[in-house]
Structures are given as C-alpha cells and as structure tokens.
C-alpha cells in the first residue's frame, strides 16, 4: 500500500523542477559578461541527474509523501533543491550520493554528523543538493531533520563543536523551539545546523527575539536599516546555524511572509550581491509551479544574501495506492 503521489507524479515533477531550472540558468548565463562555459552546465545537470538516480528516484519508490522545494539566491548563483519527506529517514543516502559522485567529504565529520542525527527520532526529513555557480562549480548535499525538541536535545546535537556554549546561551535567553537538525557535507566545507522556531509569542517579540540570533554573530542592524527590520511580520520566523570546526559560518532568519516592497527594500539595502533582472526572471520562471513561497535573510562574514524558496509541484493528497515496487 502506498499513500500520496504514485512514483510517475514525482518522477513529473522532479522533470519539471529540472526544465524550470534550465530555463533559469539560460537566462543567468545571458545576464552575465562571461564566457558560458558548456562543461560546466554539462556538469550541473548530469549531477542533477546522478541526484533523480540515487537519490531521489529511490526515495519515491519507497513513498509518495514527498514535497519538493527550490530555493535560489537574489544573485542566481546559488540554488538548492530539497525534498521534504514524510514517514521515512535514511541519512545514510547523502553519503552514499556523495561516493557515487565522487564528492570527498570529511569520514570522521560525517560519521559523528550520523550518530548525532540517528539519535533523534522523526518522522519528517529533508534531504537536499546545493550547487553555487562558482570558477569550480560547488556542489553541497545535506540532510535535515525536523522534529520540535527539548533543550537536552539540542544540548547533546551540540555537544563537542565550539558554539555549544554561545547557542545554548542564545537558546535560554530567547526560549525559541529547536526544531531542525541537520549537516552538510562537501569538497569545501563541512556543516552541522541548528534551527529555531519562534511562534507562540507576540509578533514584535518574536521578530526581536529572532534578530538577536543575527546580532549574536555580528550582522549590523543600525540607524540606516533598522526600519527594514522592525517592518519584518513577526509571526512564525526560523534561525538557523551552520557551524564548522571554527564556529558559527552562516546566520539565517526564515521569514514565511513578506510583503513584496519590504523584500525589494532588503534586496536594494543589504544584498550586495542583488542582481534585480535574474531575480524577477527567476520568480517569473518559478511562479507557475509554485504552491508556497518563503524568503531567507542570510548573514555570513560576506555580509547578507537574500533568498526565495518555493514549494512546488502539488500538495501532497491523501490518495491510497496499491503498487508493488
């Protein structure tokens, strides 16, 4: 017995996701002064392709309940795609993609990244690739799992990386719900991730709340954007560490609403990386399978990146299907 989407739905999906994908990057290749280097798309797409393969292929074979997300970024050099999955959790796959695609990744950050995530129990994961347009192409996979916990969770999650203390000082002063945990892994860089909910106080006090993880970790709030700030809706925000062996990389504050002025505000006064034609063209290419669409203000020593997420594809239904796979 199988619930949600046959394997033929997601497989249309995943195809279409993909078609979306390449329409923008012909256009990000068109906005550019450079060269287009044919190797190079050749390369993202048949890692792309290796990812439907191993991946994701093998997951909806093994259930229908998978919701799928695009997220890129204001300058169309980074994108992720991400699969939300319900009733199902092997974060050994990541790995295994990471061999089957010759992705060197660091064995004893993974294996402790593993036992940390085996010992939370969830019914809900999110495995994702990554690709940032760079000289050398980087690609990222990671695996995320969502479950609401309680701070001796969170504390053992932590345990052994050098923002242990900062966090959990962060984490009583603010009372947010952890709620995400996850690693990354790649040739550059290896990650583990910590995500916050705030949602059961006042708006104001959650946005207030919520910025103080940006704070923490140096992003400057001031006098000439703090307008722009204070007029983020406060309801149901997220923070998000990405840590490595030194500390705390990336700051990310989740913001599921956001009026379309306030965001063009952000875009124009902090990302310096904003390229303002890709950005429209992105939404216009992504909007026709979009179902929900959220934004992420991000705060690394590069200073800050926005970026658009959009769930796509349809909703996941309640149709029972008997198939054998």
Not at 54 to 75: C, H, L, P, Q
Not at 231 to 259: S, T
Request: net charge negative; with cysteine; charged share 25%.
């Amino acid at each position: 017995m199988r619930i949600g989407k046959t394997f033929s739905e997601l497989n249309r999906e995943f195809e279409t996701l993909i078609g979306s994908i390449r329409m923008a990057r012909k256009d990000f290749l068109q906005s550019t002064s450079a060269d287009i280097d044919p190797n190079k798309e050749d390369r993202i797409f048949s890692v792309l392709n290796q990812w439907k393969n191993f991946v994701y292929e093998d997951i909806a074979r093994k259930t229908g309940e998978i919701k799928n997300i695009i997220t890129y970024s204001s300058s169309g050099k980074t994108f992720c795609i991400a699969h939300e999955v319900e009733g199902w959790k092997d974060v050994t796959l990541v790995k295994g993609f990471c061999d089957y695609s010759d992705i060197r990744v660091d064995e004893s950050f993974y294996k402790i990244c593993k036992a940390k995530l085996n010992d939370i129990s969830c019914l809900t994961v999110v495995v994702w690739i990554q690709i940032v347009d760079t000289a050398t192409t980087q690609i990222s996979v990671g695996c995320n799992i969502i479950k609401p916990a309680e701070k001796s969770t969170l504390t053992k999650f932590l345990e052994g990386t050098v923002e242990k203390k900062n966090i959990t000082m962060w984490f009583d002063a603010n009372a947010p719900v952890p709620i995400e945990f996850g690693m990354m892994l790649s040739h550059e860089e290896n990650e583990l991730i910590a995500g916050f909910y705030f949602f059961d106080a006042s708006p104001h006090l959650n946005l207030s709340r919520a910025l103080t993880g940006l704070q923490a970790y140096g992003a400057d709030i001031n006098e000439s954007n703090i307008s722009i700030f204070k007029a983020i809706p406060g309801e149901e925000l997220k923070v998000y560490f990405a840590m490595n062996k030194y500390g705390a990389q990336r700051v990310r504050l989740q913001m599921p609403k956001l009026p379309e002025q306030l965001q063009l505000e952000i875009l124009d006064k902090l990302d310096k990386k904003y390229d303002a034609r890709i950005w429209e063209s992105f939404k216009n290419i992504f909007q026709g399978i979009t179902i929900k669409t959220y934004y992420t203000l991000e705060y690394s020593s590069e200073g800050y990146t926005f970026y658009c997420t959009r769930e796509v594809g349809s909703e996941i239904g309640s149709k029972v299907y008997l198939e054998d796979f």
